[in-house]
C-alpha cells in the first residue's frame, strides 16, 4: 500500500497522530493505541486534513475531551509499516474513505405572518 502524507498534529511529541491518502481509495490512521484491537484516539483536529469532498467512513466516538476513538483494519503488512514513523504508544489503522455527495438542505421559507 503506498502512502501519501496529508497531515499530522495533536501533541507535543512528534506532532503525531498522522493521516494518510492510500493507493487503496483508503486513510491510513496512526493514533493513540487503546485497548481495542483495530481502534485508535486521534484529535478533532486531524481530520481537517481529508481530502476535499471525502469523510472517514467509519464510527467516530467522542471522547469527550477533544478526541475521537476510530476503529479500522489494523495494518499489519511489513511495507506498510516501513513508511510509517510511529511511537511505542501508537498504532496504525485503515479506514474507508468515502466521497461527500451531499452537504444538507435548507428548510423551505415559509412567510412570516
Known amino acids: 500500500m503506498l502512502l501519501d502524507f496529508l497531515g499530522k498534529g495533536g501533541s507535543g511529541l512528534n506532532d503525531c497522530p498522522t493521516l494518510f491518502a492510500t493507493d487503496q481509495g483508503s486513510y491510513a490512521v496512526i493514533g493513540w493505541a487503546t485497548d481495542r484491537t483495530g481502534t485508535v484516539e486521534i484529535p478533532h483536529l486531524l481530520l481537517g486534513f481529508l481530502e476535499p469532498n471525502t469523510f472517514i467512513g467509519a464510527r467516530l466516538e467522542d ?43 435548507t428548510a423551505s ?4 405572518a
Open 63 to 105: 471522547t469527550g475531551r477533544g478526541t475521537f476513538l476510530v476503529s479500522g483494519r489494523p495494518i499489519t503488512e511489513r511495507e506498510t509499516l516501513d513508511q510509517l514513523a510511529m511511537e511505542t504508544y501508537e498504532a496504525p489503522i485503515e479506514v474507508p474513505k468515502v466521497e461527500r455527495t451531499f452537504y444538507g438542505a
Open 109 to 112: 421559507r415559509q412567510p412570516v
